[in-house]
T-cell receptor
Framework: AQKITQTQPGMFVQEKEAVTLDCTYDTSDQSYGLFWYKQPSSGEMIFLIYQGSYDEQNATEGRYSLNFQKARKSANLVISASQLGDSAMYFC??????????????FGKGTKLTVNP | DTGVSQNPRHKITKRGQNVTFRCDPISEHNRLYWYRQTLGQGPEFLTYFQNEAQLEKSRLLSDRFSAERPKGSFSTLEIQRTEQGDSAMYLCASNQGLPYEQYFGPGTRLTVT
């Protein structure tokens, strides 16, 4: 079974600075996908960024980038130029496939990011 | 594209009562997922539908839980004889395979008193 580990329960960053949220994963699959989601206090999970295991370039989406280090099995999220609205829970997740065509996301426990003015 | 919708947004029920939640996925999405999220945890997978076929059920889903997706459109999740441990946020997500990201609804927060 796949596993996602997020070791930072909480992180603080000053507005306009960059912050890195850590994520390590464990899988025996050769092909896999990694995701980051943001969950504001309202509760909805918002997709941020995706990295495929065979993608040679690190994924980027606006102010979000994924620092993918395959040998270390890490997929850290970097948020540049933090904004007050970035304050939220952030979850790292991995796509897991099962026999019979099923699939699911396996999530870490999350990191609570607080952006200070 | 109206996004994934879930109803109700909040449900308070007494222990032992039955509850039913509804999820309407994004219209062209053939894959639908249910997750449960308890306080301080990430979402945990409950079940997966491809069109109307339920392809996987988590061991978290006891026999008190049942999910359906008639005609491959909306889905319902029913919990019978609710227990206090069922209190959680129930999240629905959908996608169409590619791209792989799942799009989540706002969730239904269940409180069992």
């Amino acid at each position: 079974a796949q596993k996602i580990t997020q070791t930072q329960p909480g992180m603080f960053v000053q507005e306009k600075e960059a912050v890195t949220l850590d994520c390590t994963y464990d899988t025996s699959d050769q092909s896999y996908g990694l995701f980051w989601y943001k969950q504001p206090s309202s509760g909805e999970m918002i997709f941020l960024i995706y990295q495929g295991s065979y993608d040679e370039q690190n994924a980027t989406e606006g102010r979000y980038s994924l620092n993918f280090q395959k040998a270390r099995k890490s997929a850290n999220l970097v948020i540049s130029a933090s904004q007050l609205g970035d304050s939220a829970m952030y979850f790292c997740a991995m796509r897991e496939l099962a026999q019979g065509g099923s699939e699911k996301l396996v999530f870490g426990k999350g990191t609570k990011l607080t952006v200070n003015p | 594209d109206t996004g994934v919708s879930q109803n109700p947004r909040h449900k308070i029920t007494k222990r032992g009562q039955n509850v039913t939640f509804r999820c309407d996925p994004i219209s062209e999405h053939n894959r639908l997922y249910w997750y449960r999220q308890t306080l301080g945890q990430g979402p945990e997978f409950l079940t997966y539908f491809q069109n109307e076929a339920q392809l996987e059920k988590s061991r978290l889903l006891s026999d008190r839980f049942s999910a359906e997706r008639p005609k491959g459109s909306f889905s319902t999740l029913e919990i019978q004889r609710t227990e206090q441990g069922d209190s959680a946020m129930y999240l629905c997500a959908s996608n169409q395979g590619l791209p792989y990201e799942q799009y989540f609804g706002p969730g239904t927060r269940l409180t069992v008193t």
